[in-house]
């Protein structure tokens, strides 16, 4: 099983967030094929943290799919770094890998908004 060190050094702040997460496996990925929902735990403009009930696997790229303060639709690809099995439970640390020029626009606004207030 993969950790996150607590030593680990984040290249962006991150924010703590509250949402479901729709996660569109490739179809490649024959043991994750299909599409799974979680917990959108925090996010930053380089990648986010997922709690889901399933495991996926380590540099698997997915496609996600969630709305921040029900106005930012986002949906964009990253890919999985680590995980951390938590009760039944696991929380992945996923890496932004392409994001498109508008959805990052919104991502930056949401972000701005959140670390003001």
Known sequence: ??????NERRRFDRVDVSGTVKITAPISI???QGDFYGILVNISIGGMGVELNEKLQLQSIHVFSF???HKYEI????QVKWFLQKDKAYLHGIEFTKIGFFTKLKLKKYLNESLSS
């Open 67 to 69: 709305t921040l303060n």
């Open 30 to 32: 024959s043991s994750n």
């Open 1 to 6: 099983m993969a950790e996150n060190s607590n």
């Open 75 to 78: 949906k964009l690809k990253g």
